[in-house]
């Protein structure tokens, strides 16, 4: 900045250069014109503009390494935050890679176990005037950590089978063998305890129909909506061999109420132990179907945390991307904002 200054009584003229700093202005020199002649404080005025030429160059250089200087603490604050979400993300691509390969060697397992035709229905087996109706292979369709309790429960329903068969033959050894009194008013009607029970033969395919099949089915799909099914089936199941346990007279099974009652009534001791026998079977049975249902409920929340697992990851993949995107553009802005401030000063 150059002033013009007349001093009254002086007869000359000063003149002022100042540089424009950051601050307040500093002024270089002053410079004295009178009486035909330029005089100078120290120094002439050629001089004085090289040197607030000087001056400015230098403050524009001194602005220029403060740019540099905020634009590459910014970088490196960027790439130092971004090396570490960088990590994280390559680590959970690697992961998800994994995911899909196993998916896919499963696809391929189901698309292999989806060939069977009618040509490969395999159960039931051996039974006179039935035909095999479904494909039954514990070890092919089922997880090998799931296979020891599926096979388990197999025998469960075999069990089932024959505990069914036995409980006949008991009603009917007990509906003919000799009472203890004859002519006794308070004589249950036995006859209707084993019509029932000859009833209870189809438990032998309902029981398959309405909990094996579906459990099995759900362990072998491994999808969450499939274990519905098989947890209305288990329950009825359990609710089924309840009643069997309490035994009822007249209802057919071998429970407490039925032994205590052949006791009292039949002259063979043998018939009540039978009886007996054949309560706590059922009370077994019962046991072993309610640890069942606990384990079944145990593989369907291991398949529903599976199957939520690719959704949580891409979910998971879109919040890396985002935050990978904002710390660039945060580190953008504020190199932008760092240069924009050097070529200020």
């Not at 905020?70 to 130092?80: I, L, N, R, T």
């Not at 099995?216 to 009643?243: C, E, H, Q, T, W």
């Not at 890396?320 to 050097?342: D, P, T």
């Amino acid at each position: 900045m150059m002033r013009e200054q007349e001093a009254s009584g002086a007869g000359h003229t000063t003149v002022e250069l100042h540089a424009a700093g950051p601050q307040n202005p500093t002024p270089f020199a002053s410079v004295g014109a009178g009486d035909g002649g330029v005089t100078g404080e120290g120094m002439t005025l050629e001089q004085q503009y090289a040197a607030a030429s000087q001056g400015g160059q230098q403050n524009a250089q001194a602005g220029s390494a403060y740019a540099m200087s905020a634009v590459s603490m910014g970088s490196a604050a960027a790439e130092g935050g971004s090396g570490a979400m960088q990590h994280e993300w390559e680590r959970l691509r690697k992961f998800q890679e994994e995911l899909n390969r196993k998916e896919k060697m499963l696809k391929q397992r189901e698309m292999e176990l989806g060939k069977h035709t009618s040509q490969n229905l395999n159960w039931p087996r051996h039974v006179p005037c039935i035909k095999p109706q479904v494909y039954h292979d514990i070890d092919a369709e089922i997880t090998p950590l799931r296979t020891k309790f599926m096979k388990a429960l197999y025998s469960s329903y075999y069990a089932l089978c024959l505990l069914i068969v036995y409980q006949l033959i008991v009603d009917l050894m007990v509906m003919l063998g000799d009472d203890k009194k004859e002519n006794d008013d308070d004589e249950p009607d036995w006859s209707e305890h084993f019509g029932l029970s000859v009833l209870y033969l189809l438990g032998i395919c309902f029981g398959f129909m309405l909990w094996y099949w579906p459990t099995y089915k759900a362990l072998a799909n491994r999808i969450p909506s499939g274990y519905r099914m098989s947890f209305l089936g288990l329950i009825m199941a359990i609710i089924f061999d309840i009643v069997m346990v309490v035994g009822y007279i007249g209802h057919g099974g071998l429970g407490i109420l039925f032994t205590t009652g052949v006791m009292d009534k039949k002259k063979s001791g043998s018939l009540g132990t039978m009886a007996l026998v054949g309560c706590i079977c059922w009370f077994l049975h019962m046991m072993w179907l309610v640890y069942a249902f606990y384990r079944v409920r145990k593989y369907y929340t291991e398949d529903v945390v599976r199957h939520a697992l690719p959704d949580a990851m891409r979910n998971a993949q879109a919040g890396m991307a985002s935050a990978l995107g904002s710390v660039a553009a945060g580190g953008g802005g504020g190199g932008g904002a760092a240069a924009g401030g050097g070529r200020q000063a």
